[in-house]
Nanobody
Framework: QVQLVESGGGLVQAGGSLRLSCAASGRTVSSVVMGWFRQAPGKEREFVAAIRWNSGFTIYADSLKGRFTISRDNAKTTVYLQMNSLKPEDTAVYYC?????????????????????WGQGTQVTVSS
């Protein structure tokens, strides 16, 4: 099992930046894929980005490329989501997720159903 704890959400003005953190614990994370998703009120959960822990390979939602960056810190077993040039439409609860039970190609990691564990979420609100 992997336990995930997100932090770093908050209120920010449009054009500002936030960095979300997701601390992972409970098993060796080297074979894990970590992802970020978000869910706005009344909308379905949406893929944001994912990273394969051992290689550092990343994938992003096309609409967010260039503004959002996913990274990991091996020593801290923490995954980050750096969000720049934030817009009011980025307002959502952001969730961290982990996948480890079945090796999967990275292009399948945009699907929320392919993840094995989820954090509790952190609220990001972008004011106009």
């Amino acid at each position: 099992q992997v336990q995930l704890v997100e932090s770093g959400g908050g209120l920010v003005q449009a054009g500002g930046s936030l960095r979300l953190s997701c601390a992972a614990s409970g098993r060796t994370v080297s074979s894990v894929v970590m992802g970020w998703f978000r869910q706005a009120p009344g909308k379905e959960r949406e893929f944001v980005a994912a990273i394969r822990w051992n290689s550092g390979f990343t994938i992003y939602a096309d609409s967010l490329k260039g503004r959002f960056t996913i990274s990991r810190d091996n020593a801290k077993t923490t995954v980050y989501l750096q969000m720049n040039s934030l817009k009011p439409e980025d307002t959502a609860v952001y969730y961290c997720a982990a996948q480890w039970t079945t090796p999967r190609p990275m292009d399948t990691m945009m699907a929320a159903d392919n993840y094995d564990a989820w954090g509790q979420g952190t609220q990001v609100t972008v004011s106009s």
